[in-house]
Nanobody, 124 residues
Framework: QVQLVESGGGSAQAGGSLRLSCAAS????????IGWFRQAPGKVREGVAAIYTGGSSTYYADSVKGRFTISIDNAKNTVYLQMNSLKPEDTAMYYCAGKWVGSAWNDYNAYNYWGQGTQVTVSS
């Protein structure tokens, strides 16, 4: 089993920054991709960013390109999402997720493990 725990959410003003962390534990050896997803009330869950754990490949939604950066510290089994130039529309519950195999990075049905989520609220 794999456990994913998010932290770092909170409130920020528009234009501000937050950094989310996703700490993985358990049998993490088979996890190939870690992704960040978000879901706002009344909206579908959408992919924000993902990273290949075995290399440097990263993927981003168009809405966050140039503002968000995903990174990994394999020694700490932790993935980070640095969020800069935040906008009110970034307000959502953010989840990290892990999967074993490829397929579209933003296909949430393909992810095998999920964290409990951390709330991000951006005010204008």
């Amino acid at each position: 089993q794999v456990q994913l725990v998010e932290s770092g959410g909170g409130s920020a003003q528009a234009g501000g920054s937050l950094r989310l962390s996703c700490a993985a534990s358990g049998n993490t050896g088979g996890i190939k991709y870690i992704g960040w997803f978000r879901q706002a009330p009344g909206k579908v869950r959408e992919g924000v960013a993902a990273i290949y754990t075995g290399g440097s490949s990263t993927y981003y939604a168009d809405s966050v390109k140039g503002r968000f950066t995903i990174s990994i510290d394999n020694a700490k089994n932790t993935v980070y999402l640095q969020m800069n130039s935040l906008k009110p529309e970034d307000t959502a519950m953010y989840y990290c997720a892990g999967k074993w195999v490829g397929s579209a990075w933003n296909d949430y049905n393909a992810y095998n493990y999920w964290g409990q989520g951390t709330q991000v609220t951006v005010s204008s």
